[in-house]
């Protein structure tokens, strides 16, 4: 069982004058098989908290553990091990490697733990799958429609298991019938994978699928009727 414990989490930016104040006194609580939609304006901060949770930036004040372990107090080494152990991201366009093939872009993550193992190839095999891309292992993303590729970064963003998944719009570049689709299967295999998963968007159809929705304002996390 896995946890996320997010305690009044507070992120400026330094500017020449005040700071700008993103987020304050953000608090919130994950486990297991459990994912929340974060929704809010352009500018308020998802993508700000988002980057905190994945260690890409750390917070001015208060503090993030998963599964007991504060970042913040790694090494950036140790913090790079961490990122890519516990958390798998998705972003609105997909940042899939263009020379790859698919099979080798959801290898990707595997990369950075040594040399990719047979049971990395055969995992990646499986969600790829699942996805239903099992005849596109070879493809480029170029030769990929956007609901594919979006489909190949959730086998990626699943490959080493992470404890979280965060995704920033996921569904943001497709059709409205291709962004449900996507959103099946992300929902699908968050229970599959039993991780707990955090999902920023404007949709709010997306919104209304996930377990709990809170509204970023004024750089806090209020909680959605
Ligand atoms: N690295 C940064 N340096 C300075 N300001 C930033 C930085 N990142 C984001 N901001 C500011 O923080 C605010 C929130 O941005 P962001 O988290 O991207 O919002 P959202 O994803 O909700 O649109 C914006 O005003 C943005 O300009
Ligand atoms: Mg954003």
Do not use: Y
Not at 130 to 147: M, T, Y
């Amino acid at each position: 069982m896995s946890q996320l414990i997010v305690d009044n989490v507070t992120k400026e930016f330094p500017t020449r004058g005040d700071p700008l104040v993103v987020l304050q006194g953000v608090s919130l609580q994950l486990e297991s098989g459990r994912n929340l939609a974060v929704i809010g304006p352009s500018g308020s901060g998802k993508t700000t908290l988002l980057n905190l949770l994945g260690v890409l930036e750390r917070p001015t004040s208060g503090t993030i553990t998963v599964d007991g372990q504060n970042p913040a107090e790694l090494s950036d080494k140790a913090v790079a091990a961490f990122r890519s152990r516990k958390i798998g991201f998705i972003f609105q366009d997909h940042h899939l490697l263009p020379q790859c093939s698919v099979l080798e872009n959801v290898l990707v993550p595997t990369i950075a733990g040594g040399r990719t193992k047979p049971e990395d190839v055969n995992r990646a095999r499986h969600l790829l799958e699942r996805v239903g891309l099992n005849d596109r292992l070879e493809h480029r993303p170029a030769e990929l429609s956007g609901g594919q590729k979006q489909r190949t970064a959730i086998a990626r963003a699943l490959i080493r298991r992470p404890a979280l998944v965060l995704a920033d719009e996921p569904t943001g570049n497709l059709d409205q019938t291709t962004a449900a689709q996507v959103a099946d299967l992300l929902l699908e295999l968050q229970t599959e994978e039993n991780t707990m998963l955090i999902v920023v968007t404007h949709s709010t159809s997306l919104a209304e699928r996930m377990q709990q929705r809170r509204r970023l304002d004024n750089g806090r996390l209020q909680e959605v009727a």
